[in-house]
């Protein structure tokens, strides 16, 4: 069954890793190409010069609001930088445009619109996820895409929790039953971090689900959400409002 519209953020970890990035495009591309999903949207992480922006933030103790539009400028700098890797990707910054369009497959800059209607706090806590679930609001979509180079949360067992409500994921870090990131594997370093504290008061907000997919080289997890009708066989995590 063909979706119609799907929004997905690309993290900085597959922005900044060139197989990563081009295996999780060619896995965008195809599911356009085969009509599984209609309208793409991609939302660019900050990746490393959001990084940059916080160290200048913590050395040189410039203000909450400049740091704020400094990280999501480097969004639309990685965007950019997205187009020209990938000439195939329509680029869009007037989002009354995006909304009306209904078939593309494209990048959408995120900082004229943000810096318009000013939705979100100005605050560490809000970054790339928080931005992509509110621009699924803006859509009227129900789920938004988090594409990271992990497989999911885990808990204690290193098991992936493949469904959590916001209040599961709240009680069980409170009661210590994630994995713990510094505690485990180099391999399993790789599937369990944490994700941004800001995004499960929006999933709250506007009862809007938000899932994470894994974006890493030399696998399919992608293309597989969307294709494999068995539950069992797909590889995510999804946090749902209830």
């Known amino acids: 069954m063909a979706t119609e519209v799907a929004i997905f953020k690309i993290g900085g ?5 060139s197989k990563h990035l081009i295996n999780t495009i060619a896995q965008l591309t195809q599911l356009y190409e085969d009509s599984v999903i209609k ?18 933030y913590l050395e040189f103790k410039i203000n909450d609001e400049l740091a704020h539009w400094i990280a999501i ?11 020209r890797k990938f000439a195939h990707l329509e680029i869009f910054e007037d989002f009354e445009h995006l909304r009306n369009e209904k078939r593309i497959f494209s990048i959408f800059l995120p900082y004229k619109y943000l810096r318009l209607v ?3 706090p100005h605050s560490w806590d809000v970054t790339s996820d928080s931005i992509t679930l509110y621009y699924a609001y803006c859509l009227g979509l129900n789920e938004c895409f988090l594409i990271k180079d992990i497989d999911g949360i885990l808990d204690k067992n290193n098991h992936i ?3 959590l409500s916001t209040i599961e ?10 994995a713990r990131y510094n505690s485990i594997s180099s391999d399993l370093k790789t599937q369990s971090k944490p994700i941004d504290p800001y995004l499960t008061i929006l999933i709250e907000q506007y009862k809007i689900n938000a899932t994470i997919l894994n974006g890493v080289s030399e696998n399919l997890k992608i293309f597989n959400y969307f294709t ?5 066989n797909k590889v995510f995590t999804r946090i749902s409002f209830e």
């Not at 400028?73 to 187009?83: Q, R």
């Open 13 to 17: 970890k597959i922005l900044d890793n």
């Open 39 to 56: 309208k793409i949207i991609i939302i660019p992480g900050g990746g490393t010069l959001a990084n940059f922006v916080r160290k200048i």
């Open 73 to 83: 400028y480097s969004m639309n700098y990685n965007g950019l930088e997205l187009k």
């Open 118 to 120: 000013d939705p979100l």
């Open 161 to 163: 929790i493949k469904e």
């Open 169 to 178: 994921l709240k009680k069980f870090k409170k009661e210590g039953n994630l």
């Open 228 to 232: 494999t009708s068995n539950k069992e």
